[in-house]
């Protein structure tokens, strides 16, 4: 499915956003040549609970906007999976290394919730950065977002104490406490299930 012009009345043609087009013109104003051409190509996608966006070793194309649903990103060290990344509606997500080199990716982006997607193709992408001058502005403020959103994964990865990590996320992602199964939660934050159960009933009495 692709989101094209729509008539509407005496006012003539307008322009029905796809819902990434929607999140990008939020952060920037678009041109209507690069709205009509990212809605002509971006593209529904649902994912069930528990299926791959992406595996390790595939290459990742697309990039998603998350319309409903959490997608998490790992990686495998040996028998055990260490999330590295957890985000849900109104957010990007992709395997950002093999997005922009365009090689294998070494994470797998999994559904944690059935999951309503839009996607983009890189080669689209590559496009509008290559054809219009405003897509760049958008594309540089999306990334210092998401440089953000990784810097504030990297203090909590550095804080020393279980119960301090934890606190941290709930102030930033207080959201998911009721729906990412506690396993992702832990490894995320990186501790085990039962130390983050400990700290969780501890609170839960201190309070």
Not at 69 to 79: P, S
Not at 181 to 202: H, Q, V
Request: positive net charge; hydrophobic residues 35%.
């Amino acid at each position: 499915m692709s989101f094209n012009h729509q008539l509407s009345g005496e006012s003539g043609i307008v322009i029905k956003d796809s819902p990434l087009v929607s999140f990008a013109l939020a952060v920037n104003t678009l041109s209507e040549e690069a709205r009509e051409y990212a809605n002509k190509k971006c593209f529904s996608h649902r994912v069930k609970k528990g299926e791959f966006l992406v595996r390790s070793g595939e290459l990742c194309s697309y990039v998603y906007f998350i319309q409903k649903g959490i997608l998490r990103g790992y990686v495998q060290d040996g028998k055990k999976e260490i999330t590295t990344w957890i985000t849900a509606e109104n957010e990007l997500a992709t395997s950002i290394t093999s997005f922009h080199t365009q090689q294998k990716s070494f994470e797998n982006i999994q559904a944690i919730e059935e999951s309503e997607l839009t996607g983009l193709h890189y080669d689209d992408l590559q496009y509008l950065y290559n054809n219009h001058p405003e897509v760049n502005i958008t594309g540089r403020l999306l990334l210092e977002k998401y440089y953000r959103d990784a810097e504030e994964r990297a203090y909590i990865a550095r804080l020393t104490e279980a119960t301090s990590k934890y606190q941290r996320f709930i102030a930033t992602k207080s959201f998911m406490l009721n729906r990412v199964p506690l396993k992702f939660i832990a490894s995320y934050l990186g501790m085990t299930l039962e130390t983050l159960s400990r700290i969780r009933s501890k609170l839960s009495h201190a309070k």
